[in-house]
């Protein structure tokens, strides 16, 4: 991709994120449901899980669009070096468009970022991880054997046969998609604000 489909995949993507996260953000904090999301008026639980979800899923994949606008990019400037969001064609160099992409860059990745901290945090004290017996199981057990009893919220039925597999898939699919986040913001942060030396 060029740096144009790059800079309209950040266009495009950013508002739907900020979108579902809002959303999301709206349900867990127990605010009248006007959400058009269905997937998030479940619980607070599976809300807290779907957004770990959609929202990881599009900061990482914006993330990973910002970074690889960095790599394309030949000028040691920050804000030149993030994609421009809806205002392509503008030099990212003037002191207004510095602070647009100042701007940009905070609602599209750390917000989202912070975002997931807190759905992670609502996920684990909601008591969704929790055996059948109703005791906490230990922290790293839920992270990679959220299944069979616990998503109750996700499956009905939960020990039925031939879903096995997919429900233990559920429990590593919101810490896989952390991981690759926190994993691409970093990258993402080092490429835009410190580029190599010869640039």
């Known amino acids: ?77 920050w804000s030149a070096r993030l994609p421009v969001a809806a205002l392509i064609g503008q030099d990212p160099t003037t002191p207004e468009m510095r602070l647009f992409q100042g701007v940009s860059a905070f609602i599209f990745v750390l917000a989202p970022i912070v975002a997931v901290v807190h759905f992670w945090r609502e996920l684990l004290d909601r008591g969704a991880l929790r055996d059948a017996t109703g005791r906490s199981r230990p922290l790293l057990e839920d992270f990679f054997a959220l299944s069979a009893e616990s998503p109750a919220f996700l499956f009905e039925g939960g020990n039925e046969k031939g879903i096995s597999w997919l429900m233990g898939l559920s429990g590593a699919a919101p810490c896989l998609i952390t991981a690759i986040l926190l994993y691409q913001a970093v990258s993402m942060v080092v490429t835009v604000f410190f580029p190599p030396a010869d640039r």
């Open 1 to 77: 991709m060029d740096r144009g489909a790059l800079c309209w995949v950040w266009t495009v993507f950013g508002p739907v994120q900020v979108a579902l996260t809002y959303a999301a953000m709206e349900r867990s904090q127990g605010w009248p449901d006007v959400s058009p999301f269905d997937a998030f008026h479940r619980s607070e639980p599976a809300n807290a899980y779907f957004a770990i979800l959609c929202t990881g899923t599009l900061a990482t994949l914006l993330c990973w669009t910002a970074r690889q606008h960095a790599r394309k990019t030949d000028s040691g400037v």
